[in-house]
């Protein structure tokens, strides 16, 4: 992690750098630089989703080594625009385990769980040596709460288990995207700095 909050590493097992602009808090803003000098390609969330996600209206990512097995993962979820009280499924909501390409392409997919999300961030919910995963949604009726899907030697949790429950956190109905409480990892919890030309 550079000193400016550039995630530097192979993301896709080239051997060559990558790097992983800072996201916004909304997981929205994300930026990925594969490669250098010529070779350079940027994507975002809307590249890495794939063909099932698209179109649908908000896709959000993270990367973080959820596994903590070497790779950085893309953490990916593309949802429709709500029409009234029910929340909206999403159409993609998955963990991708690294090394991943520049289509969002990982070595498995494994489905996780989430209520409508407005936002996705990784976060520290209980402090040990793997990334988690913060997740802002609609919960229906009205209710909006931010979730935990714990990381752990097989990535995230793809349900809401009795390890994550205690990190819900219940928020006001506001028409902010995000809550002031939504949790968030320092930068250096998981990824050692470096220079900013170096990974």
Not at 15 to 33: K, N, Q
Not at 43 to 65: C, F, I, K, M, T
Not at 94 to 119: C, T
Not at 159 to 165: L, Q, W
């Amino acid at each position: 992690m550079t000193s400016s909050g550039v995630l530097v590493a192979d993301l896709d097992a080239d051997g060559t750098a990558d790097r992983v602009s800072p996201a916004t808090l909304t997981g929205a803003g994300l930026t990925i630089a594969f490669g250098s000098g010529d070779g350079r390609k940027e994507v975002g969330p809307r590249d890495l989703v794939g063909d099932r996600g698209e179109d649908l209206e908000n896709v959000l990512a993270v990367v973080a080594d959820f596994d903590q097995d070497g790779w950085m993962d893309l953490f990916v979820v593309a949802t429709d625009t709500a029409g009234g009280d029910d929340p909206v499924d999403p159409g993609v909501s998955e963990l991708r385990l690294g090394p991943f390409s520049a289509r969002g392409r990982g070595q498995s997919d494994h489905p996780v769980d989430l209520p409508e999300p407005r936002a996705v961030t990784v976060a520290d919910h209980d402090h040990d040596r793997y990334p988690d995963l913060a997740s802002y949604g609609y919960e229906g009726d009205g209710v909006y709460a931010t979730v935990a899907r714990l990381g752990g030697e097989k990535g995230l949790d793809g349900d809401a288990d009795e390890g994550n429950r205690p990190y819900t956190k219940t928020a006001e109905q506001t028409g902010r995207k995000t809550p002031g409480s939504m949790p968030q990892a320092r930068p250096t919890a998981f990824h050692p700095a470096c220079d900013d030309g170096t990974g």
